[in-house]
């Protein structure tokens, strides 16, 4: 177990989250956006373990990535409407320094851009994403995930 890692700041980050969730009215909706949202952020969390990378800052970036589409309705530009609303709530909650908001931030704003290759969180993040799509229905992957899926299969030792 990393002793590093704050459990209150990823319970915070949580429980913000969950409080955005509860207000969409769809049931579906918000189911769907529960399973994604915190499947990114444990596939994340695994994905951070494995690379040597911070769990932490993994997981608070996968509750948020798509808080923008959640909260809308509307995917259109969610990365960088995401990334700003983030930074306000990692702001809000006092726990994180300016670094590390920088850091959750720039991975949410990159995480539409699955063919650019970025930095190692934004890179978890974008992976983390595809996995949860991937493990939700493993009969169905997207063209866009594709290639993205088929080196995390490599990486993870799951075959071809
Ligand atoms: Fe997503």
Not at 61 to 68: E, F, K, N, P, S
Not at 112 to 137: F, N, R, T, W
């Amino acid at each position: 177990m990393d002793t590093d890692i704050r459990t209150d700041r990823i319970e915070k980050v949580r429980d913000i989250v969950s409080s955005y969730l509860e207000d969409i009215r769809d049931p579906f909706f918000r189911a769907e956006g529960y399973v994604h949202m915190f499947g990114v952020a444990q596939a994340a969390v695994l994905l951070a373990m494995k690379r040597g990378e911070d769990a932490e800052l993994a997981a608070c970036a996968g509750y948020l990535h798509d808080i923008a589409t959640y909260t809308t309705g509307d995917s259109a530009g969610h990365a960088a409407r995401g990334a700003e609303m983030a930074e306000r709530i990692l702001q809000l909650t006092g726990l994180f320094s300016e670094k590390e908001t920088g850091k959750i931030t720039s991975a949410i704003r990159c995480h539409s851009d699955k063919k650019s290759v970025h930095g190692p969180l934004e890179e978890i993040l974008k992976d983390a994403d595809v996995m949860q799509h991937c493990l939700y229905d493993p009969g169905y992957v997207s063209k866009k995930d594709k290639d993205r899926y088929r080196k995390l299969r490599k990486e993870l030792g799951l075959g071809k």
